[in-house]
């Protein structure tokens, strides 16, 4: 069974349209997040959320909205797509509640390609 | 501004060489964390320090905590090609999560 699954795995789209990316996890954690790795494999924290409440809402463009319909989903709706986000996106799960001492159980990643 | 500095940030040696890596930063961690990210896949844990000095071994890598808790070290010995992958440190605690710069280490036979 996967732990943390992502979907899709490949994303390419047109610039300014409106896409999301889904995460589901099945570990009954807590705390999700979303990173994303960029071209030079920096791994920057976005967004987390314990328990359907955001936690953490770092520098984001306000295109991207983060939504937990539920502790065991955490989904990432960008709009107006534009080419700086193409990226690696992460989504990641954790027992920890607030402090990211715990671990992170993280999916394969979504590759989003904006043209 | 980057908060947790990791070096080297690239690193291609021979299968059997030993090697450092470094995660450095000016504030205190409550804890530390070493990850292995492989091509295509998300970062997995491989060790959590949360006590200064502290020095933890997994079979072939050795992960040493500062003793003022701003820094750590991954010592592997004798790299093998499996060891190949993105090293990040993660900084846990505290209001400011982060993932260090990364070393992007590639072991050739």
């Known amino acids: 069974d996967t732990a943390v699954s992502q979907t899709p795995k490949y994303l390419v789209t047109q610039m300014g349209n409106d896409k999301s990316i889904k995460c589901e996890q099945n570990?009954?954690?807590?705390?999700m997040y979303w990173y994303k790795q960029d071209s030079k494999k920096f791994l920057k924290i976005m967004f987390s959320?314990?328990?359907?409440?955001?936690?953490i809402n770092e520098t984001v463009p306000n295109r991207f909205s983060p939504k937990s319909p539920d502790k065991a989903h955490l989904n990432l709706h960008i709009n107006s797509l534009e080419l700086g986000d193409s990226a690696v996106y992460f989504c990641a799960s954790s027992q920890e509640k607030r402090t990211g001492n715990g671990e992170q159980f993280f999916g394969p990643g979504t590759r989003l390609t904006v043209l | 501004t980057q908060l947790l500095e990791q070096s080297p940030q690239f690193l291609s040696i021979q299968e059997g060489e030993n090697l450092t890596v470094y995660c450095n930063s000016s504030?205190?961690?409550?804890?530390l964390q070493w990850y292995r990210q492989e091509p295509g896949e998300g970062p997995v844990l491989l060790v959590t320090v949360v006590t200064g000095g502290e020095v933890k071994k997994l079979k072939r890598l050795t992960f040493q905590f500062g003793d003022a808790r701003k820094d750590s070290s991954l010592h592997i010995t004798a790299a093998q090609p499996g060891d190949t992958g993105l090293y990040l440190c993660w900084k846990g605690g505290g209001n400011k999560l982060t993932f260090g710069t990364g070393t992007q280490l590639k072991v050739e036979l």
């Open positions: 959320y314990n328990n359907k409440e955001l936690i």
């Open positions: 570990l009954g954690h807590d705390t």
């Open positions: 504030s205190v961690f409550s804890s």
